[in-house]
């Protein structure tokens, strides 16, 4: 059909939105290579307040809308005129489906299911990560083990307090272990899993018996807070852009926070970061409601102060800092400070100490004001104002690592803020300066000296969110790659309109040079991301070189690269809703060959999980004592159930004659004892926490009997008794 074909249609889709869809797909089919525009309006709504877009559905249910007027033209017309890609009649009724299935409560189950999917392969079958998630991961199985009250209050490592975060994150691990070992922990320690390899049976976390993590005491028990608090996020964003933007938006955002390479890494790990973000999208949610509700419900006001409390209690200073940065950008930017009084400041007080004072009053009764304060300025002023461990960058540190952190979102990171620019903030002429203006959220006057007033309150929400917290960010000395991560949900929704945007052919920047340059580093950062760091690892840590392995590496490898160039070929069509989804399934699929496939079958990485197998070899009932001399980190504690004791070198002679059964750990060559013994097993291995080779030795002093005997054939026993595999 040629020119222009117009259909009304005044159907009130009274039932299923499959009956709009018949009756659209009836009129539209002759002219199948047709543009359809479809307009919407709400029943009973003022007709001036007509929303026309293609797929930007109002908020609602599919039932509470007329079809006014269907459309179509002639593509080579509407093109030379609009310049606006092609949509056909199918690509209506996709967008459709997505915005009814992305209100519903299915929606949420299918993102529930996607992240699971994206999360759980893997996450029990690798050992604790020296650093930050073996020092969580131990400081809670201490809390655990001990169940007292000075316990709960003050996490400890080695007997030392560990005050440099607040007590929430630990309390929630513990919590997780203990609900997953049947309220049994001791289920989980090392005699535990002795007995799985024992019988051949699997271990509490699900890794087979032979795999390196045999004894890592169930830490997916731990890391699974991290799982629970990423998936709150996700639905806490798709909540927060159904009352911003249109259903589709919405639920691609929430897929793209929970697809993103950070959190597919960072929900594996157990430390703050997730829970953090958690806490921190819920607060600014109930901020939201805040700003926008006039009266406030009064279960937004204590759901805002409730979020801040569990944000302080998990990290600090973070989630009330992003709060007060996001107000004072809005009140900036309309004028309007009333949302301070919606909010209820002094009730907020009241919740805050209510939430913080218990814990703070008894670490002061166990510890000590003196100690308190110290780990406080240190955690604060201390990284604020110099860079702590040697971990800082200059300013545009996270800048440039958030095309790579965000992928696949990073695809349309900087159309998709220009495009909030312009529609979040507008510029102001002179009536506006001189006469005032009431839209955007209350203005009532307007100073000459502003430049800008407000647009949609959705987009200048999301704005205020973001950039106040990241020049913070980027301001700050210490700078870790996962500092920004609070501010993902509102770079979530901004892209994701973005991309709808691109979709009806209005998102500026996707057809110039600087795209297109844009679009081939997307997909080189996938490649590297997503293929290039299992192939490295793999490489330098020494994978386990079984069929099986490898075969399941090169298949997903195969996969990446074969998606990667499909969503290229997308790319360039300029279908971005299409290039995302197809984004996240390579971040899930790069996730499982990372996590499922390398990581755990690693031999050099994991020299502390290799010495702990030999030792449950040597003793498996567990009943031998433990020490390591001059060698310690968190990760060998936990594995050993919290059985080893740390000594010095010269400590090593004396504790050999109070334990003649006992078993020692020991860097080769550093240490020295005057007691005739014998190494029992040898390890070779990276130690990636001071980036250096390095091989431990397990060792055990021998009888009278057995001294005489190692001198009389050194070479025998040696080779006899000696359990030596060195990595390549």
Not at 427 to 443: F, I, M, P, S, W
Not at 509 to 526: H, M, N, T, Y
Request: net charge positive; glycine share 10%; charged share 15%.
């Amino acid at each position: 059909m040629c020119g222009r074909m117009r259909c009304v249609m005044m159907k009130t889709l009274r039932g299923s939105p499959w009956y709009a869809l018949r009756e659209l797909w009836r009129a539209l089919a002759p002219s199948g290579a047709l543009r359809c525009i479809l307009v919407l309006r709400r029943k009973r709504a003022n007709p001036a307040a007509t929303d026309s877009a293609t797929f930007h559905l109002p908020r609602g249910s599919m039932r509470r809308y007329h079809i006014v007027r269907a459309e179509s033209r002639n593509m080579s017309a509407s093109a030379s005129e609009t310049g606006r890609p092609r949509i056909s009649p199918m690509q209506w009724a996709l967008g459709v489906w997505l915005a009814t299935l992305a209100r519903s409560w299915l929606g949420g189950v299918l993102l529930i299911a996607l992240c699971l999917a994206a999360y759980l392969p893997g996450l029990s079958d690798f050992p604790p990560i020296d650093g930050d998630e073996a020092r969580y991961v131990e400081a809670s199985r201490q809390m655990l083990a001990e169940r007292t009250l000075e316990a709960l209050v003050v996490p400890r490592i080695d007997g030392a307090p560990r005050l440099n975060k607040p007590p929430l994150i630990y309390w929630l691990q513990s919590a997780s272990a203990w609900l997953l070992s049947g309220g049994d922990p001791a289920r989980l320690s090392y005699p535990a899993a002795l007995r799985g390899e024992a019988t051949g049976q699997r271990t509490l976390t699900g890794s087979p018996p032979t795999r390196a993590t045999t004894f890592t005491g169930g830490v997916g028990a731990w890391r699974l807070v991290s799982v629970v608090a990423t998936l709150i996020a996700v639905l806490i964003t798709w909540r927060l852009g159904l009352q911003m933007f249109a259903p589709p938006v919405a639920w691609l955002a929430a897929l793209l926070l929970g697809g993103c390479f950070l959190c597919i890494l960072d929900a594996r790990l157990a430390r703050t970061d997730q829970v953090l973000l958690a806490c921190t999208a819920a607060s600014q949610w109930a901020l939201w409601h805040v700003w926008r509700s006039r009266p406030t419900p009064l279960r937004w006001v204590l759901a805002l102060w409730v979020a801040i409390g569990l944000g302080i209690l998990v990290k600090g200073p973070v989630t009330p800092a992003v709060a007060v940065l996001t107000v004072l950008a809005l009140g900036v930017l309309t004028g309007d400070w009333s949302c301070l009084r919606r909010a209820r400041i002094g009730l907020g007080v009241a919740i805050l100490t209510l939430m913080i004072a218990p814990w703070v009053a008894l670490v002061i009764r166990y510890v000590g004001w003196d100690t308190l304060w110290e780990s406080l300025a240190r955690e604060t002023f201390g990284r604020g104002l110099s860079s702590i461990g040697g971990r800082g960058g200059p300013p545009g540190y996270h800048l440039v690592l958030l095309p790579g952190l965000f992928w696949p979102g990073g695809l349309l990171v900087v159309p998709a803020f220009l495009y909030a620019l312009r529609r979040g903030l507008r510029r102001a002429d002179e009536t506006h300066v001189l006469a005032g203006d009431n839209r955007g959220g209350g203005v009532r006057a307007w100073p000459v000296w502003r430049l800008v007033r407000p647009g949609r309150p959705a987009e200048m929400f999301c704005l205020a969110w973001i950039v106040p917290a990241w020049i913070a960010c980027e301001l700050i000395s210490t700078k870790l790659p996962h500092y920004t991560l609070p501010l993902f949900p509102p770079i979530a929704l901004l892209v994701a309109r973005a991309a709808w945007a691109g979709a009806a052919g209005t998102l500026p920047l996707v057809r110039s040079k600087a795209a297109a340059a844009g679009d081939a580093s997307w997909v080189l950062i996938g490649l590297a991301l997503l293929a290039g760091a299992p192939l490295y690892l793999a490489w330098r840590g020494a994978l386990r070189e079984e069929p099986g392995v490898v075969v399941a590496l090169a298949a997903t490898i195969i996969l990446v690269v074969s998606l990667l160039m499909a969503a290229w070929v997308v790319v360039r069509q300029r279908r971005f809703v299409a290039a995302l989804l197809i984004g996240c399934g390579v971040s899930t699929l790069g996730g499982y060959g990372l996590f499922q496939t390398v990581l755990p079958n690693l031999r050099k990485p994991w020299v502390n999980s290799e010495i702990v197998r030999d030792i449950a070899r040597i003793d498996p009932a567990g009943a031998r004592p433990l020490a390591a001399v001059g060698y310690y980190l968190e990760s060998l504690e936990f594995l050993t159930g919290g059985r080893i004791e740390r000594i010095a070198p010269a400590q090593l002679d004396a504790w050999l004659d109070r334990h003649p059964t006992g078993l020692a750990v020991a860097v080769e060559g550093a240490y020295h004892t005057a007691q005739p013994i014998r190494v029992v097993a040898r390890e070779a291995g990276f130690n990636y926490i001071e980036g250096d080779s390095i091989v431990l030795d397990l060792i055990e002093p021998l009888t009278a009997a057995q001294a005489d005997d190692q001198r009389r054939a050194p070479q025998a026993t040696h080779v006899a008794a000696v359990h030596q595999r060195q990595q390549p």
